[in-house]
């Protein structure tokens, strides 16, 4: 009995230490947009500002086109969940419902895509891009971020709707359902949560991305928010904290508030695909 008291507590200790590992970077980055430059160079840096203020969030907006940005990553974010999400529903469907050879290929291509560099598949991407006179186009990246969403897309999806079951489907057969109507009023309304959670997912991955934002988009009004804040870096290196800061926090914000709404959803759906009907 104490020894099971003495593992549990040394397991939420080691939580906890996780926990905290895991909130400084982001806890600091609130103390820093918040500090006026007095404090950001000061020797002996606090947690708490001493003297709190808005201006970084002010020098920020007034030095880089922040709003713009955002708005190219809303627009390359949405549609890249979308796509993603409606190329995937059908796709994982039948992986889930039709074991063959080729669904089993195909599920191993989903896990084996997952170990790819972004090195090493974005010259053939900025190849086809540059074919199709789509680079330095969002259309182009969210073709790019729809490639590079769908195998998780997939994955995720896969196991939502193995944890349907097939007995639902059968059921709606037998009482004179068509295929075409058992998917739309059987087992689209069980797989919305599944299907939602894949979207906000897929949107965050592609918020968040750099790499192929950076190497895609040229001109400033097309370049996403993550990029642009490569700009409050200097040419010798030197980074304007104060604003930096502050920009990237209005850029995580986003994602925190996703991630906090779908993170049981998320958890569900990995587990449903672990478990066998």
């Known amino acids: 009995m104490r020894t099971s008291t003495a593992g549990r507590v040394g397991q939420y200790a080691a939580l906890l230490a996780y926990l905290l590992f895991l909130a400084f970077p982001f806890l600091w980055l609130i103390s820093t947009a918040f500090k006026p430059p007095r404090e950001l160079g000061s020797l002996h840096p606090t947690w708490i500002p001493k003297d709190p203020t808005l201006a970084n969030f002010r020098q920020a907006f007034d030095e880089q086109p922040l709003l713009h940005a955002a708005l190219n990553s809303l627009v390359a974010a949405l549609g890249a969940a979308l796509i993603a999400v409606l190329l995937a529903t059908p796709l994982a469907y039948v992986m889930a419902r039709h074991r063959t050879r ?23 991407l900025f190849l086809v891009l540059k074919n199709l006179r789509l680079i330095n186009s969002v259309p182009g990246l969210v073709m790019v971020y729809v490639v590079w969403a769908l195998p998780f897309a997939l994955w995720m999806l896969v196991g939502y709707v193995r944890a349907v079951p097939p007995e ?43 790499f192929f934002a950076l190497v895609l988009l040229k001109t400033p009004e097309k370049q996403t928010l993550p990029v642009v804040l ?14 930096l800061a502050a920009a990237a926090f209005l850029a995580t914000l986003p994602s925190l508030v996703v991630f906090a709404v779908i993170q049981r959803r998320i958890t569900g759906g990995m587990l449903a695909g672990a478990v066998k009907s």
Do not use: K
């Not at 490569?230 to 604003?243: K, S």
């Open 102 to 124: 080729l669904a089993r290929a195909a599920t191993g291509w989903v896990v084996v895509s997952q170990a790819f560099p972004l090195v090493l598949v974005i010259i053939p």
């Open 168 to 210: 639902l489907e059968e059921a709606a057969a037998v009482d004179g359902a068509g295929r075409l109507r058992t998917l739309v009023s059987v087992t689209a309304p069980l797989l919305a949560p599944g299907i939602v959670a894949t979207a906000l997912f897929a949107f965050v991955t592609a918020w968040n991305e750099f």
């Open 230 to 243: 490569t700009h409050f870096i200097g040419a010798e290196g030197v980074a304007d904290l104060g604003p």
